[in-house]
Nanobody
Framework: QVQLVESGGGLVQAGGSLRLSCTAS????????MGWCRQAPGKEREFVAA????????YYTDSVKGRFTISRDNAKNTLYLQMNSPNAEDTAVYYC???????????????????WGQGTRVTVSS
C-alpha cells in the first residue's frame, strides 16, 4: 500500500525524550489507520501504539501508557510517536505501519497492519 519512511531514531538518555516521525508518500494519508510497532533483537515484533485515520481514537500497549503519545498531522502526511521517559526496555527498532479502510478504526495488534516502513533504531542509555 502506502510507502512509509521513519525518522527521528537515535540515542536517547533514560528519562529524556525523543520524537519519531513517519512520513507517507500518499496524498490520501487520511484514509489510513496508523501505528507504531517495535522489535528488539531476539524478540517478536511488538505492538506499541495506534491511531485512527482521523486521530479521534488512540490505543497503547500497557507498557508505554503514560509515557508515549501517538499523534498524526494529516495535512503533512505525517505520523508521530513522542517518547517520554524512555528506559532500556524501549530499546528497539521502531516501525511505522498502516492499514487502509473505509471506517474509523484503531488497530490493536501487529497483525492488523498491511504496510510497513523500514524502521528506525532507538537506543536508550543511562
Amino acid at each position: 500500500q502506502v510507502q512509509l519512511v521513519e525518522s527521528g531514531g537515535g540515542l536517547v538518555q533514560a528519562g529524556g525524550s525523543l520524537r519519531l516521525s513517519c512520513t507517507a508518500s500518499e496524498r490520501t494519508f487520511s484514509i489510513y489507520a496508523m501505528g507504531w510497532c517495535r522489535q528488539a533483537p531476539g524478540k517478536e515484533r511488538e505492538f506499541v501504539a495506534a491511531i485512527s485515520r482521523t486521530g479521534r481514537s488512540t490505543y497503547y500497549t500497557d507498557s508505554v501508557k503514560g509515557r508515549f503519545t501517538i499523534s498524526r498531522d494529516n495535512a503533512k502526511n505525517t505520523l508521530y510517536l513522542q517518547m517520554n521517559s524512555p528506559n532500556a526496555e524501549d530499546t528497539a527498532v521502531y516501525y511505522c505501519a498502516a492499514r487502509g479502510g473505509d471506517y474509523e478504526y484503531t488497530p490493536d495488534d501487529v497483525a492488523d497492519f498491511r504496510s510497513w516502513g523500514q524502521g528506525t533504531r532507538v537506543t536508550v542509555s543511562s
